[in-house]
C-alpha cells in the first residue's frame, strides 16, 4: 500500500474540516440617527443591533451588539453580521437597567444591508408593551 496516496485525501479532508467550521459573518458599519417623538421624555438612548435571518415564521433575530447615547441623535456602529439585514432598537431606558420595559419608549428599523454598510433612521415613541425579541 502506498502511503502517499492516504496524504493526500487526509490533508483534503482536514481541508474540508477546517472551512466547514467557518462563520460567514462579516463587519458592518451601521449609522443613523434616532430622533423622540413629541412628547417622549429624552433621556439615555440604549441601542440594540440584532442580525436578522430567515423570514416569516422562520424570522430569528440574534442581539450582536448594543451601543448608549446620552441622547437621541446621530451615532455609528460597526457589528459583525451574517444576515442581509440589522435590526436597529432605540429605547429611553428610562431605569438604566440596560433592557426595554413595558412603558418605556422606543422605536426600530429593519434595514437592508448593501456594501457592509446600513443606514437606520429610528423615532422613538411611547409604546404600552416591549418587543419580545
Known amino acids: 500500500m502506498n502511503h ?61 451588539s448594543t451601543a448608549n447615547l446620552d441622547t437621541p441623535g446621530a451615532f455609528t456602529q ?14 429611553i431606558d428610562t431605569n438604566g437597567d440596560g433592557q426595554c420595559n413595558d412603558g418605556e419608549a422606543w422605536g426600530e428599523q429593519n434595514v437592508a444591508i448593501a456594501d457592509n454598510k446600513a443606514d437606520a433612521s429610528i423615532e422613538i415613541k411611547t409604546q404600552a408593551t416591549c418587543p419580545t425579541q
Open 4 to 64: 502517499r496516496s492516504l496524504l493526500v485525501p487526509a490533508a483534503l479532508l482536514g481541508l474540508g474540516l477546517s472551512m466547514g467550521g467557518c462563520s460567514s459573518s462579516r463587519e458592518v458599519e451601521v449609522t443613523g440617527n434616532v430622533t423622540a417623538a413629541q412628547g417622549v421624555t429624552s433621556g439615555k438612548v440604549l441601542l440594540d443591533f440584532y442580525d436578522v435571518q430567515g423570514s416569516g415564521s422562520d424570522l430569528k433575530l440574534t442581539s450582536v
Open 78 to 91: 460597526k457589528v459583525n453580521l451574517e444576515g442581509e439585514n440589522v435590526v436597529v432598537r432605540a429605547i
